[in-house]
């Protein structure tokens, strides 16, 4: 397919233009017109794209971008180094950051509610992007605990009784810790993001309801990849997702 083609089905398929966001959505590199193989990460790191590069991508999709609001507007250094190995190459760089977060098949939270086990009920936040919902079945947060760090394979950081039942559970992916006391107010028992502040601390003490730290890359690996599965399905794609380990 063509990349006009490409940027165009995801800019509907995602409704980008709804979303008011930090970074610009879409094509923000261009590369070659002709796009056959796609390549997906969660964050347009040298070693993203160096590996999808070597892979043979004429594409790369992914959910943290460049050209961030309030970033040095200068093209020097290390942002230098990623853009020249990208013209070099003919490569196009594609970033969906928050459309892709609240997509409600193929975006971050959906996906990750879907692998937690999570029946979503509600959204709630700045441009709906948390969700709220209830577990298929009550669990104690110390099961539920083991529960997400078997699905994303990483050992969440937890504030909260650990004998506490969990009916309602809130979530949203990456550093929406922010996002704590609306959840609260939404009646959850627990709340799941990415990152933890130090005030999230007290307020999960104070409150009684419980925060959950999964990581910021590990609770964004879903969606990014959803998307490149769904896209090589739709127009026959080769497509390949590229993991760079990241503990935060």
């Not at 040298?46 to 992914?62: F, M, P, R, T």
């Not at 409600?104 to 509610?113: F, H």
Request: glycine share 8%; net charge negative; with cysteine.
């Amino acid at each position: 397919m063509l990349l006009n083609e490409l940027r165009d089905y995801n800019a509907s398929l995602l409704q980008t233009s709804l979303f008011q966001d930090h970074c610009p959505n879409g094509v923000q590199v261009e590369g070659r017109a002709d796009v056959r193989r796609i390549a997906t990460g969660v964050t347009a790191s040298q070693q993203v794209l160096d590996s999808a590069i070597e892979w043979g991508a004429d594409a790369i999709l992914v959910h943290h971008g460049y050209f961030w609001r309030n970033e040095d507007a200068t093209i020097v250094g290390i942002k230098k180094r990623r853009i020249a190995r990208l013209l070099r190459n003919d490569v196009s760089l594609l970033t969906y950051h928050l459309p892709l977060d609240a997509h409600p098949e193929l975006g971050n939270n959906a996906q990750l509610g879907k692998l937690l086990g999570l029946v979503a009920q509600g959204r709630f936040g700045e441009q709906n992007i948390a969700w709220l919902g209830s577990l298929e079945q009550v669990q104690t947060l110390a099961q539920f605990t083991r529960q997400v760090a078997h699905a994303l394979n990483r050992t969440p950081q937890v504030i909260g009784d650990a004998a506490k039942i969990l009916q309602k559970v809130a979530w949203c992916s990456g550093g929406a810790q922010g996002y704590f006391e609306a959840a609260i107010a939404q009646g959850a028992d627990a709340y799941i993001t990415g990152e933890i502040s130090e005030q999230n601390f007290h307020l999960a003490q104070e409150s009684g309801v419980a925060f959950i730290a999964a990581g910021h890359h590990a609770t964004e690996r879903l969606g990014i990849q959803a998307l490149g599965e769904h896209l090589a399905k739709r127009f026959d794609l080769e497509h390949c997702f590229f993991d760079q380990p990241n503990p935060v």
